[in-house]
């Protein structure tokens, strides 16, 4: 079992002791009301700490730390089509797992427990996942650009993915359906992946209404906005779906998506960065839909730092708005907890008893995290998302900055050594 001692939780100095991979207790002196015996405890010092649920990321391409930086400044398909997927077209195995390690790294040092990812290459992605500790719900995305052979390939690799998944009987991993988005995969594709998320009772994880391009291209096949398109044929009816992006959304898609209860993630610095716009939030928060929030991947961000979309989805709403009052800080940081949790299905996201132990340690001695007073007002306007410890389903993966079972000088050599061979088409 592990014991915090003396920390800040939920506004108050308490202890919180861990057994397994749940929260058992949260209370002051826990040590003699509980009548525990140190002998079985690791116990951490928790003065001038915060304890805070493990963030939750609804939505990135982990492997694409590899592209940080590759293509910016440029517009949506511009970014697609001339320079990333040309280099996934070099992508292996062994790349998108030396990705995937550098991206699980990069999450956990900046306070993220569970992520949920689309892409390719997915034994790899496993692999890294498995081996940094992080809890992951993944997806092979699927693009079949309305070809019958493609869209069979996808579709086994996607069965695959799911049963091999399903077979780790792992609960850190858990997997999903993943189409890319209407505009690159057929009806056909669309509505097998419906009936696969159906039959294996996962989450759909789809991009929706990104651009206005993207929802012209799909007006012009369908003769409908994207959400109508879907939701026609029964898309969103009974399983649990996590949409991305939605920056351009009608009154009647805000309908179907508050009656369908999909989960929006919102990827505001992504969106900004590709000038996609600006996605209506206030105004799905005022329907009651669950908001909650994604990095994209490093190609469009440029980093996995959830605490910079926290401070994002405060701040640009207020000013898109002229309403200081819109999305507060504390509704901002449930989007990047509870609600995310609550989207994939998770009990993690809040510090609670009897929920899942994915708890974050920051050490409040901190110059932006002065005064202690106005703490959780900090940890949205003013932290940098540098945490101190990590604990993830029990087990701590980070502890004073460093990661406990992981080689990071390693890490990093073997993505810059990746990055080379996407550069250079090369497997050497």
Not at 155 to 183: F, G, R
Not at 198 to 208: A, D, M, R
Not at 252 to 278: F, R, V, W
Request: charged share 25%.
């Amino acid at each position: 079992m592990i014991l915090i001692q003396d920390a800040t939780i939920n506004n108050k100095v308490q202890d919180i002791l861990i057994e397994k991979n749940k929260i058992k207790k949260i209370g002051k002196n826990l040590i003699q009301k509980e009548n525990l015996n140190k002998k079985d405890l690791k116990i951490i010092d928790g003065k001038n700490k915060i304890i805070i649920p493990g963030l939750v990321n609804t939505h990135t391409h982990t492997p694409m730390t590899l592209f940080r930086g590759v293509a910016d400044d440029l517009p949506l398909m511009d970014w697609l089509n001339n320079y990333i997927w040309k280099m996934e077209a070099n992508l292996n195995e062994e790349i998108v797992y030396n990705a995937t390690m550098l991206g699980c790294m990069e999450m956990i040092k900046s306070g993220t427990t569970t992520f949920n990812d689309m892409y390719f290459y997915m034994n790899g992605i496993i692999r890294g996942v498995q081996e940094t500790g992080i809890r992951a719900y993944l997806g092979y995305g699927m693009i079949d650009l309305f070809d019958e052979e493609k869209r069979e390939n996808e579709l086994k690799e996607t069965v695959n993915t799911v049963e091999n998944i399903q077979k780790l009987n792992n609960p850190k991993i858990n997997p999903t359906v993943s189409p890319h988005a209407p505009y690159t995969c057929s009806m056909e594709l669309l509505q097998e992946s419906h009936n696969l998320a159906k039959k294996y009772n996962v989450p759909l994880h789809i991009h929706l209404n990104e651009t206005i391009d993207e929802i012209k291209t799909v007006e012009e096949m369908t003769n409908k906005r994207p959400f109508e398109y879907l939701d026609s044929f029964g898309f969103f009816n009974g399983v649990k779906v996590i949409s991305a992006h939605n920056v351009h959304l009608s009154d009647k898609e805000i309908e179907i998506i508050k009656n369908k209860n999909i989960a929006i993630s919102h990827n505001p610095i992504s969106n900004l960065k590709l000038a996609s716009g600006i996605a209506p939030i206030p105004k799905l928060m005022e329907n009651t839909v669950l908001i909650t929030l994604g990095t994209d991947g490093c190609g469009s961000n440029n980093n996995l730092n959830l605490f910079e979309e926290i401070k994002m989805a405060s701040l640009i709403h207020k000013g898109n708005s002229l309403n200081p009052t819109v999305v507060s800080a504390s509704q901002s940081f449930e989007f990047a907890t509870k609600n995310g949790a609550k989207a994939l299905g998770l009990n993690a996201g809040e510090l609670v008893e009897g929920a899942l132990a994915d708890v974050v340690i920051i050490d409040i001695n901190k110059p932006y995290l002065i005064p202690n007073e106005n703490i959780y007002s900090h940890l949205v306007y003013s932290f940098n998302g540098v945490v101190d410890m990590v604990i993830i389903d029990g087990e701590i993966v980070l502890n004073d900055g460093k990661m406990v079972n992981i080689n990071e000088e390693k890490v990093y050599e073997n993505a810059e050594k990746s990055y080379n061979k996407l550069l250079n088409n090369s497997d050497e």
